[in-house]
């Protein structure tokens, strides 16, 4: 398993194997231990990425663009161990509960903003980004991923979670996966896929570079 600086397997009590990990403040009550928090793969898609032994290309310190942060779970881990990370979310209530998240973490900037709309917060999210984790749960999942494009370096990596019951709740996951993937490949170029059975249900991990 390949993972990123700042992130290693660490033994939790009650627990009979080690667990994912970053050190920091906790965010929604995970076990700590010795100052590291246990990144549950069951509420998040970058977590389960990780313990699938998919390799994302994040390391320690990269400058990140996270869609879809909702009340921030997964991005604090992603915090923990990244550089500046901007955390985009387009609902309110979720939002109040990010910004609580970012108040421990002076590298996590929380945005009320659409994922659909880049232009909303091209002036604040810097260009030449390291990586783009994103998470939405909307149609049109590869035009926000291509849309945000314009943020990452060359070399940079997209790195996502496709949910195919929000692109299309009445066709076979296999066949949205290849629609989304197809569309992304306009902009990208795919470098691994991965299922996310069994945390999380008709989910597919991507990982791509921009062309």
């Known amino acids: 398993m390949t993972l990123p600086g700042g992130v290693e397997r660490r033994e939790f009590e009650g627990e ?19 100052g590291w928090r246990r990144w549950d793969p069951h509420r998040s898609k970058l977590g389960a990425t990780l313990e699938k032994g998919v390799d994302t290309g994040l390391s320690a310190g990269d400058a990140m663009l996270y869609l879809g942060a909702a009340n921030g779970t997964t991005v604090s881990h992603v915090a923990d161990f990244a550089g500046p990370t901007y955390a985009v979310e387009f609902a309110p209530r979720p939002t109040r509960d ?11 900037f929380a ?28 149609r049109g999942q590869a035009d926000v991923a ?7 370096r060359d070399g940079g990596r ?14 076979e996951p296999e066949a949205v996966f290849e629609d989304v993937l197809d569309r992304l490949r ?26």
């Open 16 to 34: 009979a194997e080690a667990a994912l990990a970053t050190r920091g403040d906790p965010v929604y009550g995970e076990p700590v231990s010795g």
């Open 158 to 171: 997209f790195v996502g979670a496709v949910k195919a019951r929000s692109e299309d709740v009445t066709r």
């Open 98 to 108: 990010l910004l609580g998240v970012a108040e421990d973490r002076s590298n996590l």
């Open 186 to 211: 306009d902009g990208y170029e795919v470098l691994a896929t991965e299922r996310l059975e069994p945390y999380h249900d008709d989910h597919l991990a991507v990982v791509a570079t921009p062309k």
């Open 146 to 152: 291509l849309s945000n494009r314009q943020f990452l």
């Open 111 to 138: 945005l009320l903003k659409d994922a659909r709309k880049p232009e909303t917060y091209a002036h604040v999210v810097e260009s030449g980004l390291d990586a783009i984790v994103q998470d939405v749960a909307t």
